[in-house]
Structures are given as C-alpha cells and as structure tokens.
C-alpha cells in the first residue's frame, strides 16, 4: 500500500473526531471554545502532513528518514538486538515537525525489533534504551547494515511501521510515522562519513546524513 496521500491516514480518526466536536462547539455557540476546538483540529491536520520530498542521489550518500534537529552524533558500541560498533545519529522530533518517517537508504529489510518501554522525553540520551522503540534493520546491496530506530517520546503514544521483514525497500521511501512529538536513531558502520553535526535542522527525505564506506 502506498503512503502519498497528502495526510497521514492515521491522521483520520483524530482530525474526525476533532472536527465533530468543533461542529458540536458550534452549535453551542460558545465562541471562545469553539476558537480553541477548531485550533486544534487544524493543528491535527497540520500535524498529519505528508508532504513530497526529493533529494540529490549521490554515492552511497544516506539521507535523513525524520525531520527534527540532530542532538547526537557519536561513535558507539552496541550489544543487545543491535549489534556492533556504529556511527550514531540521533535526531529529535517536537509536535511542530512533520513526523513521517523515510527510508535512509536503499537495500533489504533483514529484521524488524518492536520493544515496549517508557515514555520519557525523546532528547534525553536514556531515551534510546528505555523508551518504547521499533528497530529496523537495512541490508544495502553492497552488504552494509543500516538500523533506524523508531523511539517514542513524552506524548507519543504509537509508533507506526508500514514496512515488515523482506520487504525491499528505496531511499526516500515512507516507511512510517511516531505520533505526538519523538526521536529517531540511526546507526550508520563505524567507518561511515557524517556530514552533520548536532544542532543542525534536517528534512526527511531531504537532508544527506553520511555516507557509507
């Protein structure tokens, strides 16, 4: 199934739900609830957003999967269901970005981990372990491994993955989306090249990350 339509279809049940209560707001003739409830639904439409993104194909050039701002890079050791020694990027998501999220790189989808955990907010370095987080894990064709986690943060509730194991996948691509503000890792091989550094804003999509060996 593809995910283009120009809002998330996540996204419907709660811009439904919103729009039903601004009209009941309406009809109570309350102006400054119905301000407030029609804020908010436009703020949920808003939040949905799907837009379309291009990049610059370049050699093994890998491209950001989350909008936000990058609040870690660094050179890691990873032993649990990720496992090795990796360049790590870790990117914030806050309400206002769009949150739909984009495959890094072209190549196989070897193994998908979901695990449950905490809620703590997206920018704290614990959030990485303890918070509720989905592990996708990349094969390219040239035999690199690339894992984009997927972490849930103070508000967000549900992380989304439309993708499962098997499947091939393109950079750029949609590959799911975290509601309500979160983070994602990426963890490129160790003698990968970084072309940001932390505090830099990135699209999904959009912005080149790295580049593998």
Known sequence: ?????????????????????????????????????SLITFFTIWFFRNPERSFQEGKNLVISPADGKVIKVEDIYMNGTITGKFKKISIFMNV??????????????????????????????????????????????????????QIAGLIARRIVCWVKTGDTVKKGERFGLIRFGSRVDVYL?????????????????????????
């Open 1 to 37: 199934m593809k995910h283009d339509s120009i809002i998330a279809q996540e996204g419907y049940p709660f811009i439904i739900f919103f729009l039903i209560i601004t009209v009941f707001v309406a009809f109570l003739g309350v102006c400054w609830l119905l301000i407030l409830s």
């Open 96 to 149: 206002f970005n769009v949150h739909v999220n984009r495959v890094p790189y072209s190549g196989k989808i070897e193994t998908i981990n979901y695990h449950k955990g905490k809620f703590v907010s997206a920018n704290l370095d614990k959030a990485s372990s303890d918070n509720e987080r989905n592990e996708i894990h990349i094969r390219t064709e040239s035999g690199s491994s690339i894992w984009a986690v």
């Open 189 to 213: 091989p160790e003698d990968s090249r970084i072309a940001v550094k932390i505090g830099e804003k990135v699209r999904a999509g959009e912005t080149p990350l790295g580049y593998l060996p």
